[in-house]
């Protein structure tokens, strides 16, 4: 296995090179978002040449961040560039046929991240799995390597830490966690405003979204599973976007009782994705999900799987079940 370099490795790059390209994962959440802007303007600010892309673009409702035009699609030819970063993403292949091909093949590749299902990908590896979001590593890269930190990127790492912690509710988090949303603080984030943009200002069509999905909820494993799933004719109907499922897995996963939480969402005829969330590590969904060829963490982790809404839902729930009776005497109603 690829050892991890050291964080000033990377930041003597940032010095000596003058080309840069971000990538982040397709169906990018807060921290993929978060730190691809956080990492554009610190570079923006050293003098640099840079651009960042996403297979998917811009999510809606991250739009509010500073820098957010920074952020593009990957264009339909090749670039080159002296540095590649891919963070916030696990396997080379989440961040999309598109930018990969746009990207190329040249050039020093670095990858930052905190999934336990990294494969090491890149020329220079940085993977802290025990960071709860990849944005708390940029912070320690950014503050013990003495580059920029803005304002402007401090809003947009306090929205990486924030959401991918479920606003500092998660196991994950830490005592250093805490430290480092208060030292954003000191640097400019108005807590009220980015947590008022980030979890009150849904769209209307979310709560449509969430009532559809709730009259298919259903529940297995002596209720200990509680799952829905989102048929592409469901979603076309409502109107909705990609980005209008984010975090409809974790009002189940809270329901008293429920151990593992899953999300099926059918993205065309042949394809599945399928999100799982767990409240106990003893089942660990990261190992699920890479039964069928996915990952991402302990508690948290997905996979896009080849087949029929009915053929995956049955898949996916009878690998849960299997590793739930070790806690039959702990979540019994």
Not at 241 to 248: A, K, L, Q, S, V
């Amino acid at each position: 296995m690829k050892p991890n370099c050291r964080l000033q490795d990377i930041a003597q790059l940032f010095h000596s090179k003058q080309t840069f390209l971000i990538l982040s994962h397709f169906r990018p959440d807060g921290d993929a978002i978060g730190c691809s802007l956080a990492l554009g303007l610190c570079l923006r600010a050293m003098g640099k040449t840079v651009s960042v892309w996403n297979e998917d673009g811009l999510p809606e409702r991250l739009q509010f961040l500073p820098g957010s035009s920074l952020l593009t699609l990957p264009p339909p030819t090749t670039q080159s560039f002296e540095v590649v970063i891919v963070v916030d993403t696990a396997v080379r292949n989440r961040a999309g046929s598109r930018c990969l091909s746009a990207a190329g093949t040249q050039g020093i590749w670095i990858n930052i991240d905190h999934h336990v299902s990294n494969d090491r990908l890149g020329d220079l590896v940085y993977v802290d799995t025990h960071a709860p979001a990849a944005g708390q590593i940029l912070f320690e890269l950014f503050s013990q390597c003495d580059l920029p930190i803005t304002a402007e990127m401090a809003a947009s790492l306090y929205a990486a830490i924030s959401t991918d912690t479920g606003s500092f509710q998660y196991p994950a988090t830490t005592e250093r966690t805490y430290e480092i949303a208060a030292e954003l603080l000191r640097r400019g984030v108005d807590v009220g405003w980015i947590n008022q943009q980030l979890y009150q200002s849904s769209p209307r069509r979310r709560l449509e979204l969430l009532r559809s999905l709730l009259n298919v909820l259903e529940f297995s494993g002596q209720d200990r599973i509680a799952s829905f799933a989102l048929p592409l004719s469901t979603a076309k109907h409502l109107k909705t976007i990609p980005d209008d499922t984010e975090g409809m897995i974790d009002i189940i996963r809270s329901l008293e009782g429920v151990v593992v939480a899953a999300f099926f969402e059918e993205i065309d005829s042949e394809t599945i994705r399928i999100s799982l969330r767990s409240k106990d590590p003893s089942v660990d969904v990261c190992e699920i999900c890479r039964e069928f060829g996915g990952g991402g963490h302990i508690l948290a982790s997905g996979a896009r799987i080849s087949g029929s809404l009915r053929e995956v839902q049955s898949s996916v729930l009878g690998a849960i079940l299997k590793r739930l009776p070790a806690l039959a005497s702990l979540h019994q109603n």
